[in-house]
Nanobody
C-alpha cells in the first residue's frame, strides 16, 4: 500500500499549509485515513482522522485550526492547517485503518512523512 505525504515546509506562526496524502485506490474508499505528527523527543500523536462516511475526528490541540478532507476521485486526503503555532512543528505522516486501529493501532507501515516547521 502506498502512502505518500507531501506539502510540508517552513511557515511563520499564524500562517497556513495544506498537506496531501495520496493513498492507493484499493485502500482509499473502505478505510479511515489519519494524519499523525511526531515532534523530536515526543510520542507520535493522531492529529485528525476521516472515516469512510466522511465523518471526522480531531485532537483537542488542533480543533478549530485544522481541517481534514478527502477527494475520492484523487485518492487523496488533505489536512488544511491554519493559525499554525510553533508547537505544531513536527514530521506529519498519514496512515489508514479501521475506526479503532486508526487511533490505537496496530498501524500499517509508515511512509516518509513531510516536515512542518513553524517559526515564532
Amino acid at each position: 500500500v502506498q502512502l505518500q505525504a507531501s506539502g510540508g515546509g517552513l511557515v511563520q506562526a499564524g500562517g497556513s499549509l495544506r498537506l496531501s496524502c495520496v493513498v492507493s485506490r484499493s485502500t482509499f474508499s473502505n478505510n479511515a485515513i489519519g494524519w499523525y505528527r511526531q515532534a523530536p523527543g515526543k510520542q507520535r500523536e493522531l492529529v485528525a482522522a476521516i472515516y469512510s462516511d466522511s465523518s471526522t475526528h480531531y485532537a483537542d490541540s488542533v480543533k478549530g485550526r485544522f481541517t481534514i478532507s478527502r477527494d475520492n476521485a484523487k485518492n487523496t486526503v488533505y489536512l488544511r492547517m491554519n493559525s499554525l503555532k510553533p508547537e505544531d512543528t513536527a514530521v506529519y505522516l498519514c496512515n489508514f485503518g479501521s475506526q479503532v486501529t486508526i487511533q490505537h493501532g496496530p498501524f500499517h507501515s509508515w511512509g516518509q512523512g513531510t516536515l512542518v516547521t513553524v517559526s515564532s
